[in-house]
C-alpha cells in the first residue's frame, strides 16, 4: 500500500489497469452521491456481459435451424446455463438503463462543460459518450433476435419496420440491415457477428478513448467554487471504491439472474404474429409515438412511422449531439447539479425524458 504520492504514481506508471487513474484524486469526485458511479457500473456491465457471452458463444449455433434449440439446450441441458444467459441478458438491459442514466446525469450537471483549463475538450467527449449510448442500444438489439423465438422475431421485425419509415433511404437501409426483405437466416448471422465482433470492438475502443479524454480534461467537472487543492491518493480511495462498486454490480446481476428467468417463447413463425407485437423496452415509446402519430385529418393522413420513426429520433438524436455548443450558461456552472443557470434547459429536458418514460 502507497504512503506518499510519489509511491502512487510509481505504481499507476507501472500498471497498465491504475494508469487511468492520476496519483491525487480529488475528494469531490470519489463522493457516491455526485456520479452514482454510473460509468464504472456501465463498464462493468460491459465486462460481465463479455465474460457471459464467451461460453453462451460455445453452445449457440446461429442458424435459423439450429438457433432455437440450441438456446433451448442453454436453458434447460448445460449447467448452470439458465444463470448465464439470465446474467447475459439482465446484464445488457442494465447496461441500457446504465448508460442513459449517465448521459442524464452528465447533462443535469453541465459536465460536459469546460471550465477554463487549457486544453479542455468535453464537449467532444460528451459526443463520445452519446456515440456509446447508440453503440449500447445496438448491442442489445442485435442480442434481441438470437433466441430465434416469437419475442425476439416479432420485437426485431417492429423495430426494422420503423426503419423501413425514412423517406427515400428507408427500404434500402432496412434491407441493409436485415440482409435482404425478410429476417431469416441473412439477418440472424448478420445480428450475431455485429453483436460478438463488431460493436464490442467498436465500445470497447469508444470507451477506452473516453476514458483517455477524462483524464486528459482534469477528471469531472466541477463548479469553480469547489477547493481544487482537496484530494486523496488514487490507491487505495479510488481503487477501493471501484472494488466495491464492481462487486455490488456483480452481485446484484448474479441475483437477479437467479430469480428472475429469461424467457423463451415458442419458436420464431413469420406466419403467426402475436398480439400486440412489441418493440424491445427501450424503442417502446418510439412504438407508441409512431402508434399516436397515426391518424388522419380529412383527406390528410399523418404518416405515424414517418413523424416517430424518423423525424422525431433525428432530431433529437441531433439535438443531444450537439447540445454542449448551444448550452450558454457560464462555466462556473459547469458539474453543478441543476444550477440556476441551467435551470430552464434542464427543466426542458427532465421533461422530455419524462414524457419518453411515460411513452
Do not use: C
Request: glycine share 8%; charged share 15%; proline share 6%.
Amino acid at each position: 500500500r502507497p504512503s506518499t504520492a510519489r509511491e502512487v504514481a510509481a505504481a499507476i506508471f507501472a500498471n497498465f489497469l491504475l494508469h487511468w487513474f492520476p496519483a491525487r484524486v480529488r475528494a469531490s469526485s470519489l463522493a457516491w452521491l455526485p456520479t452514482f458511479w454510473l460509468g464504472t457500473v456501465a463498464w462493468v456491465l460491459f465486462v460481465v456481459l463479455l465474460l457471459s457471452g464467451v461460453p453462451l458463444m460455445v453452445f449457440y449455433i446461429p442458424s435459423v435451424e439450429d438457433a432455437y434449440r440450441s438456446v433451448k439446450d442453454i436453458e434447460h441441458v448445460v449447467s448452470f446455463g439458465w444463470w448465464l444467459r439470465a446474467v447475459h441478458r439482465l446484464g445488457a438491459h442494465l447496461m441500457v438503463a446504465a448508460v442513459a442514466l449517465l448521459l442524464v446525469r452528465v447533462l443535469v450537471t453541465g459536465a460536459y462543460k469546460n471550465t477554463g483549463r487549457a486544453g479542455q475538450r468535453r464537449e467532444w467527449n460528451w459526443v463520445i459518450g452519446v456515440a456509446m449510448l447508440f453503440a449500447t442500444l445496438l448491442l442489445s438489439f442485435t442480442g434481441y433476435l438470437l433466441p430465434w423465438d416469437q419475442l425476439a422475431f416479432w420485437a426485431v421485425t417492429v423495430g426494422t419496420n420503423i426503419v423501413s419509415s425514412a423517406p427515400g433511404a428507408g427500404s434500402l437501409l432496412r434491407q441493409t440491415l436485415i440482409g435482404g426483405r425478410e429476417i431469416g437466416e441473412a439477418t440472424l448471422v448478420r445480428f450475431y457477428l455485429l453483436h460478438i465482433v463488431a460493436l464490442p470492438i467498436a465500445t470497447a475502443v469508444l470507451f477506452g478513448y473516453h476514458m483517455w479524454r477524462v483524464r486528459k480534461d482534469g477528471g469531472l467537472a466541477r463548479g469553480e467554487a469547489a477547493d481544487e487543492a482537496a484530494g486523496e491518493l488514487a490507491i487505495p480511495s479510488a481503487v477501493r471504491r471501484i472494488a466495491v462498486v464492481a462487486t455490488a454490480t456483480m452481485l446484484v446481476v448474479s441475483v437477479l439472474a437467479a430469480v428472475i428467468p429469461s424467457p423463451l417463447l415458442e419458436p420464431a413463425n413469420p406466419e403467426m404474429t402475436p398480439n400486440p407485437a412489441k418493440a424491445p423496452w427501450y424503442f417502446l415509446w418510439l412504438q407508441e409515438v409512431v402508434s399516436d402519430t397515426t391518424i388522419r385529418l380529412g383527406p390528410v393522413r399523418v404518416n405515424g412511422a414517418l413523424v416517430g420513426g424518423v423525424i422525431l429520433p433525428i432530431v433529437l438524436a441531433v439535438v443531444l449531439t450537439v447540445w454542449p455548443w448551444l448550452d450558454r450558461s457560464p462555466a462556473q456552472a459547469a458539474g453543478v447539479t441543476f444550477a440556476r443557470a441551467r435551470r430552464l434547459q434542464n427543466a426542458v429536458f427532465l421533461a422530455v425524458v419524462l414524457g419518453i418514460t411515460v411513452l
